[in-house]
């Protein structure tokens, strides 16, 4: 099996949580999606998954975690961050290095707030610490757009909203499969998932993080808006802060060397 990947069911809480696992390394790295979640979960993508973030398996045990299965209504990114710590437990895993991609970083944020010894290095990736007007705009009218049932108008906003419009041009001619593929049968973990983007506020709290820190954006990021990784890394103490000026919120996907970046950055040796 590819770099003996693996999906897994572990308990978070009173619920479960599905993730994957992969890799040969002796530390561990835990890796937060996006709101994507709450539409799919990781079940069955471990194989994908593992090929894609295949450069990080060698130095670590990958682990990459959706939300539990069972969400409350009002679900906040900050029990969110709780219940991945009781995974993380739950799985022994006593210290991980952490990237937290869009609502993932989100969740990352309050993981490494609350829960410090949990959390060695961390990258926020593509992520805001507060509401603002575009990340606001974008995950409302998907919102809207999922209480109507419009599946389709859904993941067409959301690739014109995340991609660049060379990458868009290049894979336009999948559009009308956009809506032919994935449905959810409910789309209510996915509101409730997107309510907990767009009230989300650690921001007044960034300083409580400690452990070194690597935040990235995209110069054009129209969901979490252009700004909000540089916000960020202002009221991380000690943060770097990298920013892909022609890209936008798929940037984690676009940029060749982001893989890369992120792996030299969690296995530095520090100063």
């Not at 506020?201 to 400690?210: M, Q, S, V």
């Amino acid at each position: 099996m590819f770099y003996h990947a693996k999906d897994g069911i572990v308990r978070a809480g009173n619920s479960e949580m599905d993730y994957i696992t992969f890799g040969n390394g002796n530390k561990h790295l835990v890796m937060l999606p996006g709101l994507g979640d709450g539409l799919t979960t990781v079940k069955g993508k471990a194989l994908i998954l593992a090929m894609t973030y295949r450069m990080y398996a060698k130095e670590y045990t990958v682990s990459i975690f959706s939300r539990k299965a069972d969400l409350p209504d009002s679900y906040s990114t900050r029990e969110m961050a709780r219940d991945q710590a009781m995974a993380m437990a739950a799985l022994g895993i006593e210290q991980a290095d952490v990237i937290g991609i869009s609502q993932g970083g989100m969740i990352a944020q309050y993981l490494a707030i609350d829960y410090p010894a949990l959390v060695g290095r961390l990258i926020l990736a593509v992520t805001a610490s507060r509401p603002n007007e575009t990340l606001q705009d974008a995950v409302g009218n998907w919102i809207r757009m999922a209480e109507q049932g419009n599946y389709k108008a859904l993941m067409i906003d959301t690739a014109k909203k995340t991609y660049s419009d060379r990458f868009l041009q290049k894979y336009r001619f999948l559009y009308p499969l956009l809506g032919c593929a994935g449905r959810p049968k409910s789309f209510r973990r996915f509101l409730i998932q997107a309510a907990s983007c767009i009230c989300h506020d650690a921001y007044p709290e960034l300083h409580k993080i400690l452990c070194p820190t690597l935040v990235i954006g995209g110069g054009m990021d129209k969901i979490a808006g252009p700004a909000a990784a540089s916000e960020s890394a202002e009221k991380i103490q000690g943060s770097e802060l990298f920013i892909y000026k022609d890209l936008g919120h798929g940037t984690y996907e676009e940029a060749k060397d982001f893989n890369r970046r992120c792996l030299d950055f969690l296995t530095a040796i520090s100063s």
